[in-house]
């Protein structure tokens, strides 16, 4: 209601764009990094209150799973954490 058209998603980005911004003016000497670079504990503080729970749960899920039924596809199926695993084409 306070922002029509706008879904969870939206926030989600927004929040690490603001996340970015308050890191970059609390440290101007830094110049140009790449997110690795970033402390993730000082953005994820500026970011929680836009993202509400963040939790963590163990699975055995890999990106195989249900994939190369409906058509033949070029996976690693030694190794299913292979970025070709997970990119979409």
């Not at 969870?8 to 101007?28: C, D, F, H």
């Not at 030694?78 to 070709?84: G, N, S, V, Y």
Request: proline share 6%; net charge negative.
């Amino acid at each position: 209601k306070l922002a029509p058209y706008q879904n969870a998603t939206g926030l989600q980005v927004s929040s690490a764009v603001l996340a970015g911004m308050v890191w970059a003016l609390e440290n101007p000497q830094s110049g140009i990094v790449e997110t690795d670079e970033m402390d993730y504990r000082r953005c994820l503080e500026v970011q929680m209150q836009y993202l509400g729970p963040v939790k963590g749960h163990y699975t055995d899920w890999t990106p195989l799973e249900g994939r190369g039924h409906l058509f033949k596809e070029d996976l690693d199926t030694k190794d299913p954490w292979q970025f070709r695993n997970i990119l979409v084409r």
